[in-house]
């Protein structure tokens, strides 16, 4: 009879793990463990000396948005909303380059609630009869759009406000937090209002490219965000192209 050899090499028990494979992952866990250790105690000591500051400074707002910004690094943003009526109250309403630099300090942690409650303030400023810097209002529209999905932008910066100074940014904040709260109808026929007041509006072509892609709509999806990337068409600002390359990246 026959029988195959069998030859060295072929057969491959199950291999012993190495205990230094243990140790390795340990060693990863406990440096990032060390880690969130060490950025969430330097958020501490940041906020510890910025409530001293602005306990030693109650009617600086700079000192009162220091400690705003503080609490927002610490996620706490309940005490951040509670420290932003302080600072309104204290800057009062026509500090128009306080607002926007307080935007953009926000922005740039990607706080676009608080941001977008600090360049509503910048943006009341100018009235009804002036025109408000381009830079301002696209700031506040991104900051609007971004902050729309937290379920309590209607507390914090109520949609009626935002139409004070803006009526199609607050039918877009409406129809993105209604989308992501669960009432899509809701959020179709703000985004149908829109389209009748400021047709082609890129932040509401923006808006249904997300719904499409969110909903498994890929190709509307792409069709949509594709001439706001190549800019065919659609005169959009940077931040609403980079959003729309975003949508296309995930796109399967």
């Not at 199950?14 to 230094?20: A, E, H």
């Not at 009432?183 to 007041?197: E, F, I, K, M, S």
Request: glycine share 4%.
């Amino acid at each position: 009879m026959n029988r195959t050899p069998v030859v060295a090499g072929n057969w491959n028990p199950k291999k012993k793990r190495s205990p230094w494979l243990w140790v390795s992952v340990g060693l990863v866990v406990a440096l990032c463990l060390g880690f969130i250790a060490f950025a969430l105690s330097n958020h501490l000591i940041e906020l510890l000396e910025a409530q001293g500051r602005a306990n030693d400074n109650p009617n600086d707002p700079n000192a009162q948005l220091n400690l705003a910004l503080a609490f927002w690094k610490a996620n706490m943003p309940g005490a951040t909303y509670d420290t932003l009526e302080t600072i309104v109250k204290l800057a009062g309403p026509d500090n128009e380059p306080f607002y926007t630099q307080a935007g953009d300090k926000f922005a740039s942690l990607e706080g676009w609630l608080p941001a977008a409650s600090m360049y509503f303030k910048a943006l009341k400023t100018y009235g009804l009869n002036q025109e408000p810097p381009e830079d301002l209002r696209n700031a506040f529209h991104e900051a609007v759009y971004k902050a729309a999905d937290h379920p309590e932008i209607p507390i914090i910066l109520p949609f009626d406000d935002i139409a004070q100074v803006d009526h199609p940014i607050a039918l877009i904040a409406r129809a993105r937090n209604s989308f992501y709260t669960g009432r899509v109808d809701d959020a179709y026929a703000y985004l149908d209002q829109v389209n009748q007041l400021q047709p082609r509006m890129p932040e509401a072509i923006l808006l249904e490219a997300e719904f499409a892609a969110a909903e498994g709509r890929l190709e509307m999806a792409r069709i949509l965000t594709r001439p706001i990337v190549d800019e065919i068409f659609i005169d959009a600002p940077q931040w609403i192209r980079i959003y729309a390359e975003e949508i296309l990246k995930r796109l399967p």
